[in-house]
């Protein structure tokens, strides 16, 4: 397993997601095989959200940490959209009353229809739930989930506040021990152009940490999707540093944030769909292996994260590791 290194941590440079999935105990039984597996065989990041199959994903993680450790797994998880708990054993709407109108966590009328909410109160409930679906004192790193949702409904300054809101909240986490690195998973604030209504601009946001955490803020990840078929982290200048307009996987590497690759696999689209002549390119029959050595290929990706909860996917998507990744320059020649 080749790994990347990120502030004093060696990851793997493939990920296990929790996303899909229903909610019986088979799905719940072959993820956990599926990670167990895949931290036996050197995968060590395990990403997953409070929301993903209404908790039960968080849970799943939380068994395999009691039984290989702690230290084995670095997990990220995340929140923004209100979530409900499978085994709460009452309706929805009654769970959402009792948990967060009720107390106050939640202003429906700064919710969106898609259920998805910022707010420091929300997120620290969220946060803290986490922690006891998985049975941990602590999180390595914390998404904010899509925020660029906020930005159909909200004005820029508004979000931004709100942004600088949940960062305090987990600023704090880290100070209590809770946390070691938090950022922003996404889906197309960091793939659109700069003038699209949820384009994310990762230098002011950057700038949010900085002004509540300081020059030691833990604002240190993000996560977006990035495959054959989605590409633009890397192909699209829509970021703006010191007057330069640049990727978003060149911003991160000058501000030094390590990059989630999320939909590696372009959610199972790839399947059937690469090109021959791409394939002889590569030197690799598969497609599925040819979607991973684009990704884990490209400069600037840290881990690519694939969506596993069958032995046999992790095993086959495993076999990209016995091949070396591209160059640079081999790879800069495929956009040429």
Known sequence: MRYKEFEGYKLSELGIG????DLDEETDRRYFETIK?????????????????????????GKVIKEVGRDKVFVSTKGGYIPFDAEAGEDPKVFFEENFLKPGLVDPNEMTPQGHYLGGKFIDWCF????ENMGTDHVDVYFIHNPEEQLLFTEKEKFYDKLGECFEVLEGKVKEGKLKFYGLATWHGFRIPRGARQHLDLGEIFNVAKEVGGEEHRFKVIQLPYNL????AFSLRNQRLDGEEISTLEACRRLGVYVYTSASLY?????????????????????VLVALQFVRSTPGVGTALVGMSRKEHLEENLKIEEVPPLGEEEFLSLFK
């Open 128 to 131: 803290e739930k986490s922690l």
């Open 37 to 61: 597996l895949g931290l036996e065989k050197g995968i060590n990041v395990v990403d997953t959200a409070i929301n993903y199959r209404y908790m039960k994903s968080e849970r799943v993680i």
């Open 229 to 232: 078929g989605m590409h633009e």
């Open 267 to 287: 959610q199972g689209n790839v399947i059937g769909r690469v090109p021959q002549k791409l394939k002889e390119r590569f030197g690799l029959d598969s497609d």
């Open 18 to 21: 929790t996303y899909l999935g």
